[in-house]
């Protein structure tokens, strides 16, 4: 099949997002202006760059009418930290995503407990195995045909990692220990724990 994206494109359900799996979950913890603990999952999210190391994530929702608490508490804190979200965790991190008003503590509803970071303010998820601490840089905000909501790319610039022992296996992060899940199309997940290598041609 082949559709334009301006037209509709026959099937049930949008296929777009199915086309572009699996896509990594950053399960991000932020302060508002008071100090509240925010948390929330964002699959349009990934490493963008490595030197130095950033990382986006995408926010939809209204502009100015209850907009997405984790973009607008980056906007005005300049931090956030990137918990990952792992197959023990997936029932929390799902509970997470419901909408909530501003003021509403994400991780202490969901009954996750808060770890300190190092170089920011907002805490981290200590059942996470890995955190990356990140400085706001800026935001990209994208066409969208609704004037009425946001589509911004938020990038971080990353500078803490925090790596549980638990996870690592001879130096290495270890998939078979960490467990990351990831975001499919529709309702769907996968658990990424199978690997391969491949070595690159000279
Ligand atoms: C696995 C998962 C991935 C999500 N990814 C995104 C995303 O990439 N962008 C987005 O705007 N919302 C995404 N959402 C929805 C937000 O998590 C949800 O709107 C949440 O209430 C936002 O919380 P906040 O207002 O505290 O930031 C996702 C939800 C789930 C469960």
Redesign the pocket.
């Known amino acids: 099949m082949f559709y334009q994206t301006k037209d509709h494109h026959g099937l049930p359900h949008d296929p777009f997002k199915s086309c572009l799996v699996p896509r990594p ?1 950053g399960w ?1 913890s932020t302060l508002n202006r008071d100090g509240v603990v ?8 990934n490493g963008v760059s490595t030197n130095p190391q950033m990382v986006m ?5 209204p502009r100015t009418a209850n907009p ?4 607008t508490n980056c906007e005005e804190t300049g931090e956030f930290v990137v918990n990952l979200a792992t197959w023990e965790l997936r029932e929390q ?2 509970r ?5 008003p501003p003021g509403a503590d ?1 991780m202490a509803l969901a009954g996750l407990e808060a770890e300190p970071s190092v170089l920011v303010k907002p805490p981290r998820v200590k059942a996470s195995p890995i955190h990356l601490e990140c400085l706001y840089h800026q935001t990209v905000d994208l066409p969208t045909p609704d004037p009425e909501r946001r589509n911004g790319v938020v990038i971080g610039r990353v500078i803490g990692i925090h790596i549980s022992d638990d996870v690592l296996t001879d130096g290495m992060v270890d998939l078979t220990k960490f467990k990351p899940i990831a ?1 499919l199309g529709y309702m769907d ?1 996968t658990r990424v724990d199978l690997v391969f290598t491949i070595a690159r041609p000279d």
Do not use: H, Q, V
């Open positions: 979950i991000i925010n948390l929330a999952p964002y699959s349009f999210f994530f995408s926010s939809g929702g997405k608490d984790t973009i991190m799902n997470t995503s419901a909408t909530l994400e975001r997940y």
